[in-house]
């Protein structure tokens, strides 16, 4: 079945760095446009980026944009988020999902990465 | 960036209620326009895309419409499992941003 399966989360400084990775599975991977989505303990959910199925366009929330970048292994089957310069306010869990068609609606998700910003 | 706006943000509601949850964007999205379902310490689960078409293996209790800026989520007969939250998501443009969320909870 389609799944994925974020992995890379932990504990890290302000100002530090981590990269979390989705591993998918039950799909033709490069067939799709992949997403990172986060959400603050208690808080709603936040589009944090996402890029295009061949690799060659992505797009950030301005929040992150400069210090995080998004990339994927299309031979792995695997979707990555290198997070630079984290700040406490990035403290969430953060989920992959793979879009679908050019409507772009999100499906299915990882069972998300616990990233917590903290000194 | 888009803005998108749930409301409620929070509703009481019984077993059997009819409820209907309305999601309204800045600027006009077409029928770009998502709706999640999440459940405590669970990711989203896509519930409706493209504004009115119902994902595969959702209840048909659930259905939604709109075009434009205006949209609702209307679960017809609310059941013990749809208890959770529910989030509305622009896919017109980037930043694809969501709704702030409505939690429904049981009275």
């Known amino acids: 079945q389609v799944q994925l399966v974020e992995s890379g989360g932990g504990l890290v400084k302000p100002g530090g760095s981590l990269r979390l990775s989705c591993a998918a599975s039950?799909?033709?991977?490069?067939?799709?446009?992949m997403t990172w989505i986060r959400q603050a303990p208690g808080k709603g959910l936040e589009w944090v980026s996402f890029?295009?199925?061949?690799?060659?366009?992505?797009n950030y929330a301005d929040s992150v944009k400069g210090r995080f970048t998004i990339s994927r292994d299309n031979a792995r089957n695997s979707l990555y988020l290198q997070m630079n310069n984290l700040r406490d306010e990035d403290t969430a869990l953060y989920f992959c999902a793979r879009g679908v068609s050019s409507f772009d609606w999100l499906d299915p998700w990882g069972q998300g990465t616990l990233v917590t910003v903290s000194s | 960036d888009i803005q998108m706006t749930q409301s409620p943000s929070s509703l009481s509601a019984s077993v059997g209620d009819r409820v209907t949850i309305t999601c309204r964007a800045s600027?006009?999205?077409?029928?770009?326009l998502n709706w999640y379902q999440q459940k405590p310490g669970k990711a989203p689960n896509l519930l409706i895309y493209?504004?009115?078409t119902l994902q595969t293996g959702v209840p048909s209790r659930f259905s939604g419409s709109g075009s434009g800026t205006d949209f609702t989520l209307t679960i017809s007969s609310l059941q013990p499992e749809d208890f959770a939250t529910y989030y509305c998501?622009?896919?017109?443009?980037?930043?694809?941003?969501f709704g702030q969320g409505t939690k429904v909870e049981i009275k």
């Open positions: 890029i295009s199925s061949s690799n060659t366009y992505a």
């Open positions: 039950g799909f033709t991977f490069s067939d799709y446009y």
């Open positions: 493209a504004a009115s």
């Open positions: 998501q622009q896919t017109s443009i980037t930043p694809r941003t």
């Open positions: 600027q006009s999205i077409s029928t770009y």
